[in-house]
């Protein structure tokens, strides 16, 4: 099937003059010679292109959306904050009201403090562990994406340079051996372990923590003097609203925020115990833009809004009924799909097919208008209701048909 894109075609061309490479950061990679470059509007579960294609969206703006473009409630309470004012020389009252909805919240929070992208969290987070224990190495898992700071990226990157991973310690997720290994040559000059609580590493399966891991690490970095660190920046408020940790049953020092909690409106969050309250406050982190009330506003109101509706029941029922009903459409298609990570967060893969396979059935949903990738991990939001899984499902299958034959 064509896309009508004339309009993003000729936007794009203009795009590539102004801005190297017509888009940059992970919006790149999902830019398809075929598929939509740029929004007219948004809302709820859908978004229009510029040439008027509307798309039912399994990628939720990489993560933020959680409870609908324009969710009318979270956008009054982001206005009401700016018509008071957003970036003023002292900080808003909203900031305590949200650190102190925030500490409620999640189980393992004594403070918080606020940043704009999950990559100021996890650097924060980081800079805290190493201010708390004298020690600088970083404990990582190998896929772990954790922002686009030097040490956090692959180091044969541009623009990254040997010293930038210096210390950074990498290991393979789910291997306890390996973890082990690391602790015992290296415990005393590491520092913090940081993960996601589940691995959703692109273009492989998502995988859960195999029995005992979590409990396991958490008392290796107890005995070590390490700090735990869980990146729930993409996961959080997708598993469980006390942090994504609790639904593995363990306990972190430090939970990494940011994506979700504000549904689209820029701001990220590093909360921690108690016992690292002193280095956090010591620790020198800014920027001019941290203090906006406005996105303050915006995530008390998110937070509050996702417990009254029971957010996660709803996006757990409506991501097993996608699983269920995407794995038996394809059967009838003779394909089998793989649907991994938690049911908010579903990763595709058809099994025992190529990767060029997989890549056409994405191109033929994304021309009859549902918006996802074929490497990536995919979003649902509150506002993925049935009816949106049947379209998507309804979709899913015309392309699985034109596929087959
Ligand atoms: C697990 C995880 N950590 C950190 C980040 C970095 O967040 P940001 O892109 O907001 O800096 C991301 C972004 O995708 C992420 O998925």
New binding site residues.
């Given amino acids: 099937m064509k896309l009508k894109q004339k309009k993003s075609d000729e936007l794009f061309l203009k795009a590539q003059e102004l801005i190297p490479g017509g888009i940059f950061g ?1 919006y790149k990679f999902a830019v398809r010679e075929e598929g939509p470059k740029f929004f007219s509007r948004a809302k709820n579960a859908y978004f229009w292109d510029i040439d008027g294609n509307k798309y039912l969206d399994l990628i939720c703006g ?2 933020p959306m959680i409870l609908g473009y324009n969710n009318s409630k979270i956008d009054k309470a982001a206005r009401t904050q700016y018509d008071l004012g957003n970036t003023v020389s002292v900080a808003s009252p909203v900031m305590v009201e949200l650190a102190e909805t925030l500490t409620d919240l999640v189980d393992i929070a004594d403070w918080a403090l606020f940043g704009k ?4 969290s ?1 650097q924060l987070a980081v800079m805290v562990a190493r201010a708390e224990t004298g020690k600088s190495k970083i404990l990582k898992i190998k896929d772990g ?4 700071n030097g040490w956090m990226q692959n180091k044969n990157n541009p623009g990254i340079i040997n010293s930038d991973s210096e210390e950074v310690l990498s290991i393979s997720w789910n291997d306890l051996d390996e973890f082990d290994e690391m602790i015992s040559s290296f415990g005393n000059e590491i520092a913090c372990f940081i993960s ?1 609580s589940y691995d959703h590493p692109t273009s492989k399966d998502s995988s859960l923590p195999k029995e005992g891991y979590w409990k396991h690490i958490e008392k290796k970095c107890s005995e070590n003097n390490i700090v735990l660190i869980v ?1 729930d ?2 996961t959080g408020f997708r598993i469980d609203l006390k942090g994504s940790h609790n639904a593995f049953g363990f306990s972190p020092d430090l939970v ?1 925020l ?2 979700a909690m504000a549904n689209g409106y820029p701001i ?1 969050a590093l909360v921690g115990k108690a016992s690292l309250k002193d280095a956090a406050n010591k620790v020198y982190f800014s920027g001019t833009q941290f203090f906006n009330s406005a996105p303050m506003a915006a995530s008390k109101a998110t937070l509050e809004e996702l417990q009254n509706l029971n957010a996660i029941e709803i996006m757990n029922t409506n991501g097993l009924k996608l699983k269920d009903d995407l794995s038996n459409a394809a059967k009838a298609f003779g394909l089998e799909i793989k649907v991994s990570g938690v049911p908010s967060m579903p990763y595709f893969r058809i099994e025992d097919q190529t990767k060029n396979f997989h890549v056409d059935w994405t191109d033929e949903c994304l021309s009859r208008g549902l918006y996802l990738t074929s490497y990536h991990n995919h979003f649902l939001s509150v506002a993925h209701g049935e009816n949106e899984i049947n379209e998507i499902v309804r979709i899913a299958s015309e392309a699985f048909e034109a596929i087959s034959i």
């Fill in positions: 992970h990489w993560g992208n999950g990559g100021d996890t994406y954790h922002g686009a996601s990146d920046v993409r990494c940011g994506k990220s």
